[in-house]
């Protein structure tokens, strides 16, 4: 099959040093444009490829050993805006459906947003300090598993930085989000309950780039990584730095929605629509008066 192949070919090209980048670089996110676009790794039906790896209390976890029951896979970083983004969301269903015999994994990837606060890894042991101040800061409730410095079990499902995997009770890829988004989770949880754990899901690959959560609580990610990362971000991404800028001071407004662990009501989506418009113009104004800083 082709997939391992380029699983392969990814792993050599990666070291250390290349995979932990220092600074945040406006082709970063032009490569992960084309990661969503290309959809390397694991497909539905596909094997989830095995990992072991320990979690930031020092168990060590094996893919394989967790076959016979459903596995949600999320990948992440505390400097990353969309994993920050996510996690309200993704809380919230956890807390609903975290005790169903679905294994739930976080696993810590490079940082998105690199700087002084939180720089590139270069120890397992800072970057499992770095993933516990994420579980104390976003409280999250689940393990967190810690990946290796060269990014190997990462680069085997794919090197966006916030992406989704649920697993089905065989070991095979049910359902994969380029971008974790709760909603979506909780939609393709129920379809998989519903064929006895087995998938593939209808629709078992979601492209969509869920903007709303990130808006609210995205900037919290980039913050933790100091004025280094900030800076690079305003340099590097002006329109998604003054996002998520503005969208701080939008969050009592926007909460409701983006940390909601459900689907919104058919009604509730065009009234979003006309927000995220009127979100957009005031983006634009306030990039032609200022920069997000």
Not at 167 to 176: M, Y
Not at 214 to 242: C, E, F, H, M, Q
């Amino acid at each position: 099959m082709q997939a391992p192949q380029a699983h392969e070919q990814t792993k050599a090209q990666q070291t250390p040093a290349t995979y932990n980048y220092e600074r945040f670089q406006p082709s970063t996110l032009g490569q992960d444009v084309k990661l969503v676009m290309s959809s390397p790794g694991p497909l539905p039906g596909d094997m989830a490829p095995d990992f072991a790896l320990q979690d930031i209390d020092g168990n060590t976890w094996r893919l394989s050993e967790l076959r016979g029951q459903p596995v949600v896979l999320i990948f992440g970083s505390g400097t990353c805006p969309m994993t920050t983004g996510s996690l309200p969301g993704l809380n919230a269903l956890h807390q609903e459906r975290g005790h169903d015999g679905v294994q739930w994994l976080l696993l810590y990837v490079r940082e998105a947003h690199p700087g002084e606060e939180m720089p590139a890894h270069q120890s397992i042991e800072q970057k499992n300090q770095q993933a516990r101040r994420l579980r104390d800061e976003d409280g999250v409730a689940w393990p967190i598993l810690v990946g290796e410095l060269d990014g190997a079990t990462h680069s085997q499902y794919t090197e966006l930085p916030n992406h989704l995997f649920l697993i089905d009770t065989e070991g095979r890829v049910a359902f994969r989000s380029e971008f974790a988004h709760a909603p979506t989770l909780w939609r393709a949880l129920n379809q998989l309950e519903a064929r006895g754990w087995l998938g593939p899901v209808d629709e078992g690959v979601d492209k969509t780039m869920h903007m709303v959560g990130p808006t609210a609580y995205g900037w919290t990610g980039p913050s933790r990584g100091g004025k280094t990362a900030i800076n690079d971000l305003v340099k590097g991404a002006p329109p998604l730095a003054a996002n998520l800028w503005l969208g701080q001071f939008m969050r009592p407004m926007l909460a409701p929605i983006a940390a909601r662990s459900r689907p919104l009501p058919p009604g509730a989506k065009f009234g979003l629509a006309v927000a995220a418009l009127g979100l957009a113009a005031i983006t634009v104004s306030m990039l032609n008066r200022r920069d997000p800083d």
